[in-house]
């Protein structure tokens, strides 16, 4: 059973810096897509940052230029940096796995 844990989410203030991190376990990590999420209250789930079993990535355009998605296969970790976070950056951010798994989310808020 695939399992999602995310962790590394808090309160940060404008300008600053956080670290996602979302442990697997149940799967062959290494040959699955990985991704970040995120939903805003009141708003849909949006895709943040993806990275490809080889290791390509891509992001969402306000994202571009401050988050970086890596991977760590032999852990089993994915990562979300996230620099430079503005107010709108606020949602519960969420580690997917081939599109269908998910985790339980964690909240990150961007307030002075």
């Known amino acids: 059973q695939v399992q999602l844990v995310e962790s590394g989410g808090g309160l940060v203030q404008p300008g600053g810096s956080l670290r996602l991190a979302c442990a697997a376990s149940g799967t062959i990590f290494s040959s699955s897509g990985m991704g970040w999420y995120r939903q805003a209250p009141g708003k849909e789930r949006q895709w943040v940052a993806r990275?490809?079993?080889?290791?390509?990535?891509m992001y969402v355009d306000s994202a571009k230029g401050r988050f970086t998605i890596s991977r760590d296969n032999a852990k089993k970790m994915l990562y979300l940096q996230m620099n430079n976070l503005k107010p709108e950056d606020t949602a519960v951010y969420y580690c997917?796995?081939?599109?269908?798994?998910w985790g339980q989310g964690t909240q990150v808020i961007v307030s002075s």
């Open positions: 997917n796995l081939d599109v269908i798994h």
């Open positions: 990275i490809t079993s080889g290791g390509h990535t």
